[in-house]
């Protein structure tokens, strides 16, 4: 089945800093989704995406859509403890009602 | 409004137990979804229900029973399971089928636990 490959797989960051994250897959998506999850929860959406090379942002996130549409950047600016958590990028291709997950990224932020 | 509510939060049975997890929305959308989340790992999807219609399954054992008795509810029916299938339960719901400019959202899961 597909995969997607999301890295960095974890992170350690000190609050203030920039954390930037991707997703890259073999095949063409038509919509690309972040989600957070904290522990023992759902994943909560952050950002949708649905155009080739479009930028969207919420509050100190950012994602992109890459133009290839194999791919998506996540960037989170000035972390604050509480953007510890694991985070999913998920796509769909179009040919199917179903989301495809990435492995995730384990983000840490220290004070 | 983007609320999925599951119920319930927490499940323990016995392998020979018959229990039911739930689902709720009332966002209005016409596409919802089961999937499992085991620890560490990302969500796997299980079932999904367009317009109240079954309209993917993922390979799912008979044990899990899927049902949709309107477009608002969602259940999932137990019944034999074993410890492996011990997971996060998670519902999740979108305006239309995934594909068509929209987004899924997801309710916070039901931990089940299989002894």
């Known amino acids: 089945g597909q995969q997607l490959n999301q890295s960095p797989q974890s992170m350690f960051i000190q609050e203030g800093e920039d954390v930037s994250m991707n997703c890259t897959s073999s095949?063409?998506?038509?919509?690309w989704l972040w989600y957070k999850q904290d522990p023992g929860e759902g994943p909560v959406l952050l950002i949708a995406l649905y155009k080739a090379g479009e930028l969207t942002s919420n509050g100190r996130l950012t994602a992109q859509f890459g133009i290839t549409r194999k791919d998506s950047f996540l960037n989170i600016s000035a972390s604050i403890p509480s953007d510890v958590g694991i985070y999913f990028c998920?796509?769909?291709?179009?040919?199917?009602?179903?989301?495809?997950f990435g492995t995730g990224t384990r983000l840490q932020v220290t004070l | 409004d983007t609320e999925v509510t599951q119920t319930p939060k927490h499940l323990v049975m016995g392998m020979t137990n018959k229990k039911s997890l739930k689902c709720e929305q009332h966002?209005?959308?016409?596409?919802m979804y089961w999937y499992k989340q085991k620890a560490k790992k990302p969500p796997e999807l299980m079932f999904v229900y367009s317009y109240e219609k079954l309209s993917i399954n993922e390979s799912v054992p008979s044990r899990f029973s899927p049902e949709c008795p309107n477009s608002s509810l969602l259940n999932l029916h137990l019944h034999a399971l074993q410890p492996e299938d011990s997971a996060l339960y998670l519902c999740?719901?979108?305006?239309?089928?995934?594909?068509?400019?929209?987004?899924?959202?997801f309710g916070q899961g039901t931990r089940l636990t299989v002894v």
């Open positions: 998920a796509g769909n291709t179009g040919t199917a009602s179903k989301l495809t």
């Open positions: 966002m209005g959308h016409r596409a």
């Open positions: 999740a719901s979108s305006r239309d089928a995934l594909g068509r400019g929209t987004e899924a959202f």
């Open positions: 095949s063409i998506f038509n919509t």
